[in-house]
DNA sequence: TACGATGTTGACGCGCTGTCAGCTTTTCGC
DNA sequence: GCGAAAAGCTGACAGCGCGTCAACATCGTA
């Protein structure tokens, strides 16, 4: 049984234009089935992942919540982990346009790139549908973690951010992947921090991070150099 | 069948003292039996999970490179996921020393204690024989991450370090929460590609993170007061 | 030596995995 | 519209991993 009309709202916002852009977007019955079943199960993953965890939840668990055959679901994913893929993807595609804008609005301003990048990035960690933030919110020991080709490809539009920043205030000695990567092992690890209540205050944590990246380079670079 | 006869000296090197510990150190046929088996079981744990990956693996591959029986793995561990625990466990607390030692041989100099915690981490992620180093070399997407109350304490320990120098240098408007959740995220981030080798130079690493911690927390302390 | 205690064994029932032959629905040429 | 062919949904199936447990083997003790 196809699930054209059981879709949800949510997933149709959320899924419904990504899927279309994989394939072609006519509007033939078959074609529609289909974006609607992928979005069903992307759904039921999502809802599913958040209750039981990664490791916990199964391919039985996640077709079970929808009204297709199991077998189905192979039609549309190889595994959960896919499923997560996707999901997860779907959160960094998201996210990319807001990176975007801080760069834009900041002009030549590394200050208020990093600041505004920072905050972005937490208040999209705290309140956007991520599938990141629903995992960490739960409260066990173990978590998963995905480097995927989408995930690779913001990571390098950071740092070719950063770079142009770095070259502009000539800072020379500063080893652009190792900046990257401390700014992304900050983001990360204050985002965990923000998502389990240790800390509260967003726009503080994000000015926290912010200049800590700042003056970390400076100091880097002023010690290389010597 | 029990395993003594099978040991071999890298598993009994690494966690028959610490099974020891747990447990009386009676010298008792039954006791021996129960550390080899033991250890047994965590060797097998390390290459298995180094062969296939965690989400790869399972109690049965764990049990069948060892010569116990399948029920026997459930009068040690609970699943796959404790005798992980238990691995990274034994990381954390072969690392813990060095963390000491770095902050005895420091004194009160901030950025020497820096310099060599950061150092004695990458050196220690990259020669010893840390699960995590096994599994973060795998070209896979999914990674596991685990906050075990191990992995706990050690960050407060390291908490503890960070707020005794932060209050020696007077940063009282650096929120030590917000700082050593930087440290440590720079750290896994920078580790990460030393194990990927997208980074090759520990000691530039090491020296890197160092002086990024030390201006940042300065910047913050300034633009704080501000 | 004999007996209770402790620990090991492997078969079992259950549930999940991925597949595939059969069936239903859609598409398309006429 | 109609009918055949294509597309894709369905659920049963074989294979395997899971955790359990009754039967068995080994150890400690008197």
Same mark, same amino acid.
């Given at each position: 049984?196809?699930?054209?009309?059981?879709?949800?709202?949510?997933?149709?916002?959320?899924?419904?234009?990504? $899927?279309?852009?994989?394939? *072609?977007?006519?509007?033939?019955?078959?074609?529609? #089935?289909?974006?609607?079943?992928?979005?069903?199960? !992307?759904?039921?993953?999502?809802q599913i992942f958040a209750e039981l965890g990664y490791e916990g939840t199964t391919v039985r668990d996640i077709i079970r919540r929808t009204e297709l055959a199991s077998g189905t679901f192979y039609n549309y994913f190889k595994s959960k982990e896919e499923v997560f893929h996707a999901l997860h993807d779907d959160g960094v595609a998201r996210f990319k346009p807001l990176l975007r804008? $801080?760069?834009?609005?900041? *002009?030549?301003?590394?200050?208020?790139?990093?600041? #505004?990048?920072?905050?972005?990035?937490?208040?999209? !960690?705290l309140n956007d549908q991520t599938i990141d933030r629903e995992m960490a919110a739960m409260p066990e020991w173990t978590r998963v973690r995905f480097d995927t080709p989408e995930s690779l490809a913001l990571f390098d539009e950071l740092k070719g951010d950063i770079v142009a920043f770095a070259t502009e205030f000539k800072l020379d000695h500063v080893d652009p992947e190792l900046l990257t990567a401390s700014c992304v092992g900050i983001a990360q690890e204050i985002g965990d921090r923000l998502l389990r209540g240790r800390i509260k205050d967003i726009q503080a944590a994000a000015r926290f991070a912010a200049y800590f990246v700042l003056g970390g380079s400076q100091r880097v670079q002023s010690e290389m150099q010597a």
């Open positions: 049984m196809q699930v054209l009309r059981t879709m949800k709202s949510t997933s149709d916002i959320l899924y419904k234009d990504r $899927a279309e852009s994989l394939e *072609g977007n006519q509007s033939g019955k078959r074609e529609q #089935t289909k974006l609607a079943n992928r979005a069903a199960i !992307l759904e039921a993953g999502r804008a $801080a760069r834009e609005n900041a *002009g030549q301003d590394f200050q208020a790139f990093m600041i #505004t990048a920072f905050e972005a990035y937490f208040n999209f !960690l």
